[in-house]
Every structure is written in C-alpha cells, then in structure tokens.
C-alpha cells in the first residue's frame, strides 16, 4: 500500500461562485425593464395596429429571452455549488 499523504496537493474548489455578484442583481433588472417595454410595445402594436411596434415587440422578445439564459446560467452556478 501506499503511505503517502496527498494532503499537501490537494485545495478547495469553491471559488465564491456561491457568492451573489452585483451583474447578478442587475440582470433581473435589465430582464424586467426588458420584458416590460416588449409588453407595451406589443399591446400598443395591436391597440394602434402598428406593424412597427409588433415588430420591435417580438424584437424585444429576442432580448429578453437571451437576457433569460443569463440568469438561468447564475442560477444553475448557484445551484451546482450547493451539490
């Protein structure tokens, strides 16, 4: 058998992805204001029948998905590091 102690090489793995991070809490905002104005602009694209704000409507969809997967990405690092 071996009597080496690895003790020495071995570190922790946690980097602070635990941690909140200030990008973190302005995502949710951005994601907010985003889907927000895509609400209005589509419902006044279909009050006023405005092809133009329909379009820039689905437009912010867009963005607002993307921006989505950004905090689905902060969450699932939230929630690897609790594993």
Partial sequence: ???HD???WSHDHSFGQEN???GESKTLIVIAITAIMMAIELIAG???G???LLAD???MASHATALSLTALAYLSICAAERT
């Fill in 1 to 3: 058998m071996h009597t």
């Fill in 50 to 52: 405005s092809m133009a």
């Fill in 20 to 22: 909140r991070r200030p």
């Fill in 6 to 8: 690895i003790e020495a």
């Fill in 46 to 48: 279909v009050v006023f």
């Fill in 57 to 59: 409507g689905l437009h």
